[in-house]
């Protein structure tokens, strides 16, 4: 187990700000809950992240940005007066970990949520137990069909969805290159959230009178030159890319090899700078992807300048415009305030009921509208695909969230 604790704190919004002042005259000291993870000065909460294995380089960001909001969130004096305690479990991307790290979180060392989760494939097998279970998920780095259909009190997702990742990424292809029957290859992880993506991309490209096909690639594959031989055989308008980071370096740099100009889009997670740079502006010029989130330096508001000051005061100044830092910042938003709606005596129980009638947190343009209601635990839908610009070395946004309304629905 990996403990990583925050020794500071985020403004939880002004639902939470009014829970913390009302919590005044009541004292802290009062209440101890330790089977829930609650007790007199802090509250246990456990994040299930690949810290280090084949994943790490994209979801080892995220828990950075959580890391980094919670930390904003103690510098203030915590949550009703309790500071967060994170308590990372490392699952280097084997599901068989997962379940030992739910387990854990659950009874040995029992907190009152848990966000993160970010193996796909060890979430579909969970969601039974969680289902079952009494303790939240409380916003995820990736969120599946079988955790969230039906919505269930007991796990909320909060990264763009791959329905809405594959709608937004076809269609604006599709646009852009004046396409009316096109032909579209699909590299994804033999995974659970790779298979379903690869389903949506097949649904979206059907639906413009197209043709698509998966060609799946190994999580730790350390060459994709099969891949793109296929892709060679199909001759596509464009390809879409699901996996991690080094996934989408190997994909491009393979068709760059084989003199292969085609326009590509990736699914969010590997939408880093680092992808970019290890690409360079010839082949990373034809490489997009799709997103819910506000790297830093695209739309300078007030909460994305905070984001970004503290990644520079804690140490997280290169990470401010990766969207996994961006994403883990915003789920630290969400746990915050979830944990705020509990009240000033939370439970598991109390936390679930609160959340259980819907809500909503403003991130303030960090990401897209975070909306959940009691029939839909998804969060965020609204999505604009990005690039990069090697001059400035900031993203570039196509558009507004709302432009994408209608594609991604």
């Known amino acids: 187990m990996t403990m990583l604790k925050s020794g500071a704190r985020a403004s939880v919004g002004k639902f939470a700000l009014g829970l913390i002042a009302a919590s005044f005259a009541f004292s802290a000291n009062a209440f101890e809950q330790e089977s829930d993870g609650v007790y007199a000065d802090h509250i246990d909460w456990g994040v299930m992240m690949d810290l280090s294995g084949p994943a790490s380089a994209a979801q080892l960001p995220w828990v950075k940005g959580f890391q980094a909001y919670m930390r904003k969130v103690n510098e203030s004096g915590g949550i009703h007066g309790r500071k967060i305690n994170i308590l990372a479990e490392d699952d280097r991307y084997d599901a068989s970990l997962d379940r030992v790290a739910y387990d854990k979180l659950v009874n040995q060392t029992p907190v009152l949520g848990i966000s993160g989760v970010g193996n796909s494939s060890a979430q579909v097998a969970l969601a039974p137990s969680i289902r079952r279970g009494k303790v939240p998920i409380v916003g995820t780095y990736v969120t599946t069909k079988p955790a969230?259909?039906?919505?269930?009190?007991?796990?909320?997702?909060?990264?763009?969805?791959?329905?809405?990742?594959a709608q937004v990424g076809v269609g604006f292809f599709i646009d852009k290159l004046k396409l009316k029957a096109p032909t579209v290859a699909t590299i994804n992880l033999d995974v659970a959230s790779g298979k379903e993506y690869a389903g949506y991309i097949d649904e979206a490209v059907a639906q413009r009178g197209g043709t698509s096909k998966s060609i799946q690639i190994k999580v730790a594959a350390a060459d994709a030159t099969a891949q793109v031989l296929e892709i060679i055989k199909m001759k596509p308008d464009f390809v879409a890319i699901h996996g991690v980071p080094t996934t989408a370096i190997l994909v491009m740099r393979a068709m760059q090899q084989y003199g292969l100009n085609i326009p590509t889009f990736a699914i969010t997670y590997l939408g880093t700078p680092g992808v970019y740079e290890a690409l360079?502006?010839?082949?990373?010029?034809?490489?997009?992807f799709v997103s819910c989130f506000?790297?830093?330096?695209?739309?300078?508001?007030?909460?994305?300048?905070?984001?970004?000051?503290?990644?520079?005061?804690?140490?997280n100044g290169a990470l401010k415009n990766d969207g996994n830092y961006v994403a883990g910042w915003v789920?630290?938003?969400?746990?915050?305030?979830?944990?705020?709606r509990a009240g000033a005596a939370p439970t598991r129980a109390a936390m679930v009921a609160a959340m259980a009638k819907g809500f909503e947190v403003d991130t303030k343009g960090v990401s897209s509208q975070l909306k959940y209601t009691p029939d839909n635990h998804l969060g965020l839908v609204q999505l604009r695909p990005y690039n990069y610009d090697y001059d400035t070395k900031r993203f570039k946004a196509y558009g507004k969230y709302g432009d994408y309304q209608q594609v991604a629905k």
């Open 148 to 165: 969230v259909e039906p919505a269930s009190p007991l796990f909320y997702g909060s990264f763009c969805g791959f329905r809405e990742m």
């Open 280 to 288: 360079g502006p010839k082949t990373g010029s034809n490489y997009y």
């Open 294 to 315: 506000t790297p830093g330096g695209i739309e300078e508001t007030p909460a994305i300048k905070e984001m970004s000051a503290l990644a520079d005061k804690y140490g």
């Open 331 to 340: 789920v630290g938003q969400l746990a915050a305030e979830s944990i705020a």
